[in-house]
């Protein structure tokens, strides 16, 4: 079975500073991956997904993903962080459209 | 409809009773799925339903817990003789299968809050 692991639950860094969440996958297939965002008492949505097209892949909010076949990872980046920025972050992988999730990354963002 | 509803929004119950928990999918979704979220506990997948096919029962962690899918669309899940460790945020999303950007991009409802006393 198809499973993510998202290293480290909680990430503090500066506004202005790069964002950096882990993510491996395990796979013995290429997958689909997804990164999704969950804003404080809001529901979940999702920031991008990687399908093969490309390995860096574009999402909302000036965040990226870069799948790095060799390195099994999918890590989340932005370059510079802002307030608005806080949040959980969840990675996750469709394993034949039943859809894992890794136990979330909560990013706070320093003033 | 437009989006995933999800009811109760708030359940509060005694330790023993049963509990049920609705689901309406956005409406040609043909893929839907319950996930519980506790503190600190990330997203647990519970149960997957996909059309017709059997459903994915894999996550469902005892069998107090069960769920249906009705007609291909409102799902049902139902947790009986409930426990205080069955406290959490019940999440329903659904979703697109077959080909396509939104392939398995799940929309999420805006889930149960389960307090079992």
């Known amino acids: 079975a198809q499973s993510v692991t998202q290293l480290g639950s909680h990430v503090s860094v500066s506004e202005g500073a790069l964002v950096l969440l882990r993510c491996n996958y395990s796979s013995s297939v290429p997958p689909y991956l997804f990164w999704y965002v969950q804003y404080p008492n809001q529901g979940l949505q999702l920031l991008l997904k990687y399908t093969s097209a490309a390995t860096l892949v574009k999402g909302i909010n000036g965040f990226e993903a870069e799948f790095k076949k060799s390195e099994t990872s999918f890590h989340l980046t932005k370059p510079s962080a802002h307030m608005s920025d806080a949040a959980e972050y969840f990675c996750?992988?469709?394993?034949?459209?039943?859809?894992?999730f890794g136990s979330g990354t909560r990013l706070s963002i320093r003033p | 409809g437009a989006g995933v509803s999800q009811s109760p929004s708030n359940k509060v119950t005694e330790k023993g009773k049963d509990v049920e928990l609705r689901c309406d999918p956005i409406?040609?979704?043909?893929?839907l799925y319950w996930y519980r979220q506790s503190l600190g506990q990330g997203l647990e997948f519970l149960i997957y339903?996909?059309?017709?096919?059997?459903?994915?029962k894999s996550g469902l962690p005892s069998d107090r817990f069960s769920a249906e899918r009705t007609g291909g669309s409102v799902s049902t899940l139902t947790i009986q003789r409930t426990q205080q460790e069955d406290s959490a945020v019940y999440l329903c999303a659904s979703s697109l299968r077959g080909a396509g950007a939104m392939r398995d991009v799940l929309t999420f409802g805006a889930g149960s809050r389960l307090t079992v006393l």
């Open positions: 409406s040609g979704h043909t893929a």
């Open positions: 996750a992988v469709s394993d034949r459209g039943k859809i894992i």
């Open positions: 339903f996909q059309g017709n096919s059997a459903p994915d």
